[in-house]
C-alpha cells in the first residue's frame, strides 16, 4: 500500500468516524427542564417532571428516530435571575433543542428573551400569567391561564345567586390576573365587590387578611393562591377564624384544592366550589391511562396534579411536533407544528391557538367530595372551548 493510499485510507477512516460522530448527536433531542424542584415550591417541579416521566413511561423515549434526552435544572423557588442564567446556560452550554417547564411566573418571564434570541421553543408547563406567551414568538403554552379559569367561576357565583365577593390573591402576575377577570366578569355579570387584598407570595401571614375579608361581612371570599401549600395554611386560617359559622362562603380557582395536598387539607374542603382545567378524578379513558403511567413512572406517594398533567401534555406536543418535522428540531419548524395543534389530553380534548400560542380548553366547576378513594374535586359543570379572555 503506497503512502498516498494509507493516507486516503485514514482520511475515509477518520471521516467515518466524525460521521457516525455527527450521526449520534443528531439523534438525540434535548430538553432542558427548568423548575423548582427545592425549597416551598419544591412540588412544581416534582409534578412537571413527573408527568413528563409518565408520557415517556408510557410512549417510549424515541420518537422520529431521535433519542429523548431530559436535562434537569433548579431555580430553588421564585428567582427570575437564577432561572434566566440557567435558561442561557441549557441553551449556550448545554445545547439543548427546546426549554420545557417553569412553574411560577416570574421565572417564565425572566427565560422569555433567551428563547427568543436562541430561537429555542419554549413549552410552558404551569405559569400561567396572561402575559406570558406574548413574551417570545417561541413560547407555547399547554397549561392554562387565571383569566381563563377565573371567569368560570365569577359567572357561576354570579348565577347561583352570590352577588358580594371580597377578592383575596397572592400578588404577582397570576393573583393580579385573577382578581382583574374575577371582578370585570362578576360586575358584568351584577355583582358587587365588597373589597380586595393581595397578600405577599413569599412568606405569607393570612390571619390579618382573612380577619379583614371577614370584617367587610361579603357573601362570599374569592380566592386565589398558588398550589401546594399556601392552600394548606389558608384553609386552616379560614377555619379558625370562623368564616363559614359567620355565613361567609368560600369559592376560588382550582390551584387551592391542588390534587397534590387535597388530602392534607382535609375535610374543611368538603362542598368547596372551584373552576379548573384538570381535576384528577376526570373521568375519561384517557384520565386513567394517564393516572396508571404516573403511578408507574412516579409511585403512588404523590397524587399526581395539573402541573403533572401539563408535564405529560407537554411532552405529548413536543413527541408529536418532532413527527411532523421529521425529527428537525428548527425552531421555526417546531413553533409551525405546534401551532393549531390538538392533544387528546388527560383533562379532556385541547388546542394550541395558532394565533396566541396558547391553550385553548374546557374549565369545570368542581365540587370537593368525599370518595371511597378520599377527598377529590368532582366535576359538576363546564365551560368549553375556553380562551384566555384577555386576547
Ligand atoms: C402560578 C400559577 C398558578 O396557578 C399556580 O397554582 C402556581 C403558580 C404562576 O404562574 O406563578
Known amino acids: 500500500m503506497s503512502i498516498r493510499e494509507t493516507f486516503r485510507g485514514a482520511v475515509v477512516c477518520a471521516a467515518l468516524i466524525l460521521g457516525a460522530g455527527i450521526a449520534h448527536a443528531q439523534e438525540v433531542v434535548k430538553l432542558g427542564l427548568v423548575g423548582e424542584f427545592s425549597g416551598p415550591f419544591a412540588q412544581y417541579g416534582g409534578q412537571m417532571y413527573g408527568g413528563m416521566k409518565a408520557y415517556m413511561k408510557e410512549h417510549g423515549d424515541t420518537v422520529a428516530g431521535k433519542k429523548i434526552e431530559v436535562i434537569q435544572r433548579d431555580t430553588g423557588g421564585p428567582a427570575p435571575d437564577v432561572a434566566k442564567r440557567l435558561a442561557q446556560e441549557l441553551v449556550t452550554r448545554d445545547k439543548v433543542d427546546l ?31 396572561s402575559i406570558i406567551t406574548t413574551k417570545s414568538p417561541y413560547i407555547a403554552r399547554v397549561s392554562f391561564t387565571l383569566p381563563q379559569i377565573t371567569q368560570p367561576i365569577a359567572l357561576w357565583a354570579a348565577k347561583n345567586g352570590i352577588r358580594n365577593v371580597y377578592t383575596i390573591v397572592s400578588d404577582y402576575g397570576p393573583g393580579i390576573d385573577a382578581e382583574g377577570a374575577f371582578t370585570k366578569a362578576f360586575k358584568t355579570a351584577g355583582g358587587e365587590i365588597a373589597g380586595s387584598a393581595r397578600i405577599p407570595l413569599q412568606n405569607p401571614e393570612f390571619a390579618p387578611y382573612i380577619q379583614r375579608a371577614k370584617d367587610a361581612r361579603p357573601q362570599a371570599i374569592f380566592v386565589f393562591l398558588p398550589a401546594g401549600e399556601q392552600g394548606i395554611a389558608f384553609m386552616k386560617g379560614y377555619n379558625e377564624r370562623g368564616l363559614a359559622e359567620a355565613g361567609i362562603k368560600l369559592i376560588a380557582t382550582g390551584d387551592i384544592t391542588d390534587d397534590g395536598v387535597l388530602e392534607a387539607m382535609g375535610d374543611p374542603t368538603l362542598g368547596l366550589v372551584t373552576s379548573f382545567h384538570y381535576s384528577a378524578a376526570h373521568d375519561s379513558p384517557e384520565n386513567k391511562a394517564f393516572l396508571k403511567a404516573y403511578a408507574e413512572a412516579n409511585g403512588t406517594k404523590l397524587r399526581p396534579n395539573f402541573m403533572a398533567v401539563a408535564g405529560y401534555d407537554g411532552m405529548a406536543a413536543i413527541y408529536e411536533a418532532l413527527r411532523k418535522t421529521g425529527g428537525s428540531t428548527d425552531g421555526d419548524k417546531i413553533m409551525a407544528a405546534l401551532k393549531g395543534m390538538k392533544i387528546n389530553s388527560p383533562r379532556g380534548a385541547i388546542t394550541i391557538d395558532p394565533e396566541t400560542r396558547d391553550v385553548v380548553q374546557t374549565i369545570y366547576i368542581r365540587k370537593v367530595e368525599k370518595t371511597p378513594g378520599g377527598l377529590y374535586n368532582i366535576e359538576f359543570d363546564r365551560f368549553p372551548d375556553q380562551k384566555d379572555p384577555g386576547k
Open 99 to 129: 426549554l420545557v417547564g417553569f412553574g411560577l411566573t416570574p421565572n417564565a418571564m425572566a427565560a422569555a428573551p433567551i428563547a427568543t434570541e436562541a430561537k429555542v421553543p419554549m413549552i410552558i408547563m404551569n405559569a400561567a400569567t
